[in-house]
C-alpha cells in the first residue's frame, strides 16, 4: 500500500460543467502522475509533477489542467467536461528511493453525460 | 509518441497451465515493468527490470528484459483461478520519470 488514495471514487457529470479530481498522498513523494484508462488504449499519461508547481503534459493532455500546490495533493481538473473523457482515471507515485517503479491509487470512474 | 506492443490480447488457459505474454519495442528502453490489473482496481506493480539479460521471479511470476533492450517477457507457471485478470507491461527510455505502457493481455483462466 503506497498511501495513496483518490477522490471521489465515482462520479457522474454533464457536458459542459467542471470537474476536479484529487489524488492524495502521505508521504511527500516526488513524483505524481494521471492516467487514463479507456478499452482498447490501456494506460495513458495525462499530465504529471515532479515537485510542489512543477508540471508537464503527457500524451493526452488537451482539455485537462493540474496543479500541485503542496506535495500530498495533485488535482486534475476538467475545465469543461466532454462525453469523450468519460473514463477510469488513476493517479500514481514514485516512491522516493526507487527509480521509476510506479504504484497507483485506487482509481475514479468519471461518466460524462 | 512511444509505443509499446503487448501480445497476445487476451488468452483463455486451464488451470495449471504454464502462460507466456511478451512486450516489443522498435526502440531502446531501460527499464521494463509488469503490473496486474484486478477489475475495478489499480494496476499493482509485480516485477521490475533494469538490466538487459536480467531474469527476475516473484512466486510463481518470471520476467526478462530482452537482451536487446527492446523486448520483455511474462512467465506463469501453474496458473491458479485467481491470476485472472490484465497483465501491462510498461517501460521507460533514457533517464525519463515517465512510463509507456504496453495495451495489456487478458487472461482467463478456467479451473
Redesign the interface.
Known amino acids: 500500500d503506497a498511501g495513496i488514495t483518490q477522490s471521489p471514487r465515482h462520479k457522474v457529470t454533464e457536458t459542459g460543467t467542471p470537474v476536479t479530481l484529487r489524488c492524495h498522498q502521505t508521504e511527500n513523494h516526488r513524483y505524481m502522475y494521471w492516467y487514463r484508462q479507456d478499452p482498447g488504449h490501456g494506460l495513458r499519461l495525462i499530465h504529471y509533477s515532479y515537485g510542489v508547481k512543477d508540471t508537464d503534459k503527457g500524451e493526452v493532455s488537451d482539455g485537462y489542467s493540474v496543479s500541485r500546490s503542496k506535495t500530498e495533493d495533485f488535482l486534475l481538473t476538467l475545465e469543461s467536461a466532454t462525453s469523450s473523457q468519460t473514463s477510469v482515471y488513476f493517479c500514481a507515485i514514485i516512491l522516493s528511493g526507487v527509480y521509476n517503479e510506479q504504484f497507483f491509487g485506487p482509481g475514479t470512474r468519471l461518466t460524462v453525460l | ?1 512511444q509505443q509499446l506492443n503487448q501480445s497476445p490480447q487476451s488468452m483463455f488457459i486451464q488451470e495449471g497451465e504454464d502462460v507466456s505474454m511478451n512486450c516489443t519495442s522498435s526502440s531502446i528502453f531501460n ?1 521494463w ?1 509488469w ?1 496486474k490489473q484486478d477489475p ?6 509485480l516485477i ?1 527490470l ?1 538490466k538487459a539479460g536480467e531474469l527476475t521471479s516473484n512466486g510463481r511470476l518470471t520476467a526478462q528484459f530482452g537482451i536487446t533492450r527492446k523486448d520483455s517477457f511474462l512467465n506463469i507457471s501453474a496458473s491458479i483461478p485467481s491470476d485472472v485478470g490484465i497483465y ?1 507491461c ?1 517501460g ?1 527510455q533514457g533517464g525519463s ?3 509507456v ?4 493481455t487478458k487472461l482467463t483462466v478456467n479451473p
Open positions: 509518441g527499464t515493468l503490473y475495478g482496481e489499480g494496476p499493482v506493480l521490475a533494469y501491462f510498461a521507460s520519470e515517465k512510463l505502457f504496453g495495451k495489456g
